[in-house]
């Protein structure tokens, strides 16, 4: 985990002819930006900070954290891929956890269909834990890269619910009560849930790419939920907020397990992203995101690229 | 206020904000005891170099051994161990949501749903079965 840094090699000319060699290899190379030659207090201080404006950034744009925070430490940091995706994992579920109590307030979630739908996802969670300890790093590298590039997409294209009340329910959908009613300034809105077996289905895959990423995977929650079981967005938002700490916890049970979870970066980036989260959410209702999420998925899109092509050349 | 074991109590939207605020408690008293464990730890590593540099797939990889398991995590918890502390307050964090669950299964037991009990207990049922089997 650490190597005692030694002073002494700068005194040792051999020593330090043998290490140049290294140091220009890594030189050429444009990440990780920071590496090594930094102690633990300023290594964990920086971290913190990038933490910070990880959960912030994650919030307003409404990516998440975990999303953020993978990027930050793979190709800020060149931390191991393993353990960003352990700490990206813990940060899902606390700002999963944080942000619950105010979405429960408003009183939309539906808790019948985030619990049935998390037969899926922590199955698929358990799955996707299992088959990260064994795939080899620069697939991961690429599947994180192609997910966080539909997440990007997802986020500036535009949202519109296409509910009809008037289509009949799906059966099972009945027979598990799922159908449900939100509250709104025009009275209440009832919906009917659609196409259960499909939105199942895409719930287990949504969980498998959580237990194999540590991400959240909101974007592909909340489409299984919109576009194959016609839930109203604010529904299905809010609703797949309430079901990522619990998958996320699935597969986090897995990574402590494995040793892929490190309390010297679990502790900078869960206190980080939680206060730059909080930030976030106070400061959203003020400034126009429309700009800022097209801004931030063009970044989300360069991190993607850069994560796939450092996976399949060996540096995460 | 109401009994806690009464129908009126679970049955009205009072219970969700219960669960709501649990949630918020978890994350902060984990966010306490990550700090808490984190001063120790950087006290405990103060100038160390850190190194988390990439390890090929297949070698030998992970935190220390006692890191990784609740029963070696508690003693050295007792120690003031810095990582073992900030590594109990993940476990918090974990266990939040998964508690969460287990009320929401009580809620839908008081409610009469047991259809929506059963699918609770499933849910937590694949979470402790993946917890204790363990993956070694």
Redesign the interface.
């Known amino acids: 985990?650490?190597?005692?840094?030694n002073y002494l090699r700068l005194l040792c000319p051999v020593k330090a002819i043998k290490e140049s060699a290294s140091l220009e290899r890594k030189s050429k190379t444009e990440f990780p930006l920071f590496?090594?030659?930094?102690?633990?207090?300023l290594?964990?201080f920086i971290l913190f900070l990038g933490a910070i404006a990880a959960g912030f950034l994650g919030s307003l744009t409404g990516l998440g954290g975990g999303v953020v925070v993978i990027p930050l430490l793979t190709l800020g940091?060149?931390?191991?891929?393993?353990?960003a995706i352990g700490a990206a994992l813990?940060t899902s579920?606390?700002s999963?956890?944080?942000a619950?109590?105010?979405?429960?307030?408003e009183?939309i979630?539906n808790?019948?269909i985030g619990?049935?739908l998390?037969?899926a996802t922590?199955?698929g969670a358990?799955i996707g834990a299992?088959i990260a300890?064994w795939?080899?790093?620069k697939y991961i590298a690429l599947i994180f890269g192609c997910v966080l590039i539909f997440s990007a997409i997802r986020t500036i294209t535009k949202k519109e619910d296409k509910i009809d009340p008037s289509a009949p329910a799906d059966k099972l959908a009945e027979k598990?009560?799922l159908n449900g009613s939100y509250p709104t300034k025009e009275g209440v809105v009832n919906y009917k849930v659609q196409n259960v077996a499909a939105g199942y289905s895409l719930m287990t895959l949504a969980g498998v790419l959580s237990g194999l990423l540590g991400i959240g995977s909101g974007a592909l929650k909340v489409l299984a939920m919109d576009t194959a079981m016609k839930i109203p967005f604010k529904v299905s938002t809010t609703t797949s907020n309430f079901m990522v700490?619990?998958t996320?916890?699935?597969s986090?049970?897995?990574y402590?397990?494995?040793?892929?979870?490190?309390?010297?970066?679990?502790?900078?980036i869960?206190?980080g992203v939680?206060l730059g989260a909080f930030f976030g959410s106070k400061l959203l209702p003020k400034v126009n995101v429309k700009k800022l999420r097209l801004l931030f998925s063009v970044v989300i899109f360069f991190l993607a690229i850069s994560m796939i092509y450092n996976g399949f050349t060996?540096?995460? | 206020m109401k009994h806690i074991f009464s129908r009126e109590f679970w049955g009205e939207?009072d219970v969700?904000?219960y669960?709501?605020?649990l949630?918020?408690y978890?994350?902060m008293l984990?966010?306490a005891i990550?700090?808490f464990?984190?001063i120790i730890?950087?006290y405990q590593?103060?100038?160390?170099?850190?190194?988390?540099?990439?390890?090929?797939?297949g070698m030998s990889?992970?935190?220390?051994?006692y890191?990784?398991?609740l029963n070696t995590i508690f003693p050295r918890m007792l120690h003031f161990d810095?990582?073992?502390i900030?590594?109990f307050?993940?476990?918090v964090?974990?266990?939040?949501?998964?508690i969460?669950?287990a009320f929401?299964a009580f809620s839908f037991l008081i409610e009469k749903?047991y259809?929506?009990v059963v699918?609770?207990l499933?849910?937590l049922a694949?979470?402790l079965a993946?917890?204790l089997l363990?993956?070694?």
């Open positions: 985990m650490f190597y005692q840094h590496r090594y030659d930094m102690s633990l207090e290594f964990t940091f060149g931390v191991d891929m393993r353990y813990v579920i606390a999963s956890s944080g619950a109590a105010a979405y429960i307030k009183g979630t808790v019948r619990m049935f998390e037969i922590t199955t358990v299992v300890i795939l080899d790093k598990l009560k700490g619990v996320a916890a699935a986090a049970v897995i402590l397990q494995r040793g892929y979870i490190d309390p010297g970066l679990a502790m900078p869960v206190v939680l060996g540096k995460l | 939207r969700e904000q669960i709501g605020k949630l918020r978890g994350v984990s966010c990550t700090i464990g984190g730890y950087l590593h103060k100038g160390i170099m850190v190194d988390y540099s990439p390890v090929p797939t990889f992970g935190v220390d051994e890191l990784r398991e810095g990582a073992a900030v590594q307050g993940v476990l964090l974990i266990a939040t949501p998964i969460r669950v929401s749903d259809l929506y699918i609770t499933i849910v694949i979470i993946n917890m363990g993956l070694h």
